[in-house]
């Protein structure tokens, strides 16, 4: 079954960090661009980062440039989020979203998310 | 960068047609896919049209979309509104590597 599985959410204070893994099973991650998209509570869905499927191509957005950083373990079939100098504002569900499967370039699967918390 | 505005809201009754919109506030709508996705409460976002107007397997065919160049906007229509169809939907589309999403729209059944 192709599916997604965040892991590594939780409570953090502001200033720390946090490292948010996405399993893959059902597919092969690196055939694919992969994506971390988040949602603050009650808001909307922001994208914060993609990494190609070659890995040669990473990309940030503005808000979480220079503290975020996306990688993938191609041997554990994963994808990673660490997160550094988390703010309040970090405060979101995770997910981690395939692209360039059944529907173009569409975010075809999606985990289930995980939850981080920055608070003191 | 770009910003794809949606209404925040949008009500309609069962059975009736509702249309939501998606205006991209710079660069041509159409010079870059338009993506749809249905979220419902405590769940995953699922893709209701892909590509503009291209609709995955098992999404109803009363899911259309389309894309107006005139007013730099897609549209996303709902007919037969169905209690089911109640959830937030979010417009996505991609420009210089960086993926962009519209603030969402909350649909209401009434």
């Known amino acids: 079954q192709v599916q997604l599985a965040e892991s590594g959410g939780g409570l953090v204070k502001p200033g720390g960090s946090l490292r948010l893994s996405c399993a893959a099973s059902g597919f092969t991650l690196s055939d694919h661009y992969m994506s971390w998209i988040r949602q603050a509570p009650g808001k909307g869905l922001e994208w914060i980062s993609s990494i190609s499927s070659s890995g040669g191509v990473i990309n940030y957005a503005d808000s979480v440039k220079g503290r975020f950083t996306i990688s993938r373990d191609d041997y554990k079939n994963s994808l990673h989020l660490q997160m550094n100098s988390l703010r309040a504002e970090d405060t979101a569900v995770f997910y981690c979203?395939?692209?360039?499967?059944?529907?173009?370039?569409?975010?075809?699967?999606w985990g289930q998310g995980t939850m981080v918390t920055v608070s003191s | 960068n770009f910003m794809l505005t949606q209404p925040h809201s949008v009500s309609e009754s069962p059975g009736k047609t509702v249309a939501i919109s998606c205006t991209r506030s710079?660069?041509?709508?159409?010079?870059?896919?338009v993506q749809w996705y249905q979220q419902r409460p405590g769940s995953a976002p699922i893709t209701v049209i892909y590509e503009d107007n291209q609709r995955p397997s098992g999404v109803p065919d009363r899911f259309s979309a389309s894309i107006d160049s005139s007013s730099n906007s897609a549209s996303l229509t709902i007919s037969g509104l169905r209690a089911e169809d109640e959830a937030d939907y979010y417009c996505?589309?991609?420009?210089?590597?960086?993926?962009?999403f519209g603030g969402g729209t909350k649909l209401t059944v009434l």
């Open positions: 996505q589309s991609y420009d210089n590597n960086m993926e962009v």
């Open positions: 979203a395939r692209a360039g499967g059944n529907y173009g370039d569409a975010f075809d699967i």
């Open positions: 710079s660069g041509d709508i159409a010079s870059n896919y």
